[in-house]
């Protein structure tokens, strides 16, 4: 089955981009990307970003929509990456505003891999770097992430980081996501977002 979810602000407001239907898919809900791009209304111009676990693109999308300079996005489901790269097309984002990685979040964003050096060599080009963080809920994907990033490099070359997960979840954020330190915080009925920023 697909559907669709619509881009909220900026040049491609209330344009739509596909959804398919694929096993932990979730697009992040319309009122979660509204308040996390309230929070990062003065970030993203400019900036490079990160959607780690890309999915429909939505999140990546918006930051390009909203005046991101450049988006790298990340997605492991082959079906999944198609739509991404077809949404994309459709929108007819410029090619040089963005990079697809076909792969997996957790090998591009671990140390010592020629992918996170690449990642990493780019973000000191621009002057402010977010990462969006919002793994499939329910494939047990947090507690790796988490240990990935505690000292990862990538972190203290990151303006901003956000992480959505189910809202029953408990983490150790600050230990995992330092230096950067918590800004902001929602909770809805099936999650909780957090904004971290640099210092």
């Known amino acids: 089955m697909r559907h669709s979810v619509q881009i909220i602000g900026g040049e491609y407001r209330s ?25 990062l209304q003065i970030s993203i111009p400019g900036s490079i970003i990160i959607d ?24 492991k489901d082959a079906n999944v990456f198609r739509s991404l790269t077809q949404n994309l097309r459709t929108l007819k984002v410029p090619e040089e505003r963005y990079q697809l990685i076909k792969g997996s979040a957790l090998d591009a964003l ?33 507690t790796p992430l988490l240990t990935i990033l505690e000292g990862n490099p990538i972190l203290s070359n990151l303006s901003s980081l956000s992480l959505e997960m189910p809202v029953k979840a408990t983490f150790d954020l600050e230990k995992a996501l330092a230096p950067l330190q918590l800004s902001r915080e929602m909770k809805t009925k099936e999650s909780k977002v957090f904004l971290y920023r640099e210092v």
């Open 52 to 75: 780690a676990f890309a999915g429909t693109g939505a999140l990546g999308i918006e930051a390009l929509s909203r005046g991101a300079k450049k988006a790298i996005f990340i997605e």
């Open 110 to 142: 671990t140390p010592g891999n020629n992918l996170h050096q690449e990642i990493l060599e780019q973000l000191p080009q621009y002057p402010r770097q977010h990462l969006f963080l919002d793994p499939p809920f329910f494939h047990d994907l947090y």
């Open 15 to 39: 344009r739509k981009i596909e959804v398919i239907d694929a096993d932990g898919l979730r697009p992040t809900a319309s009122r979660v990307r509204e308040t996390l791009f309230n929070w």
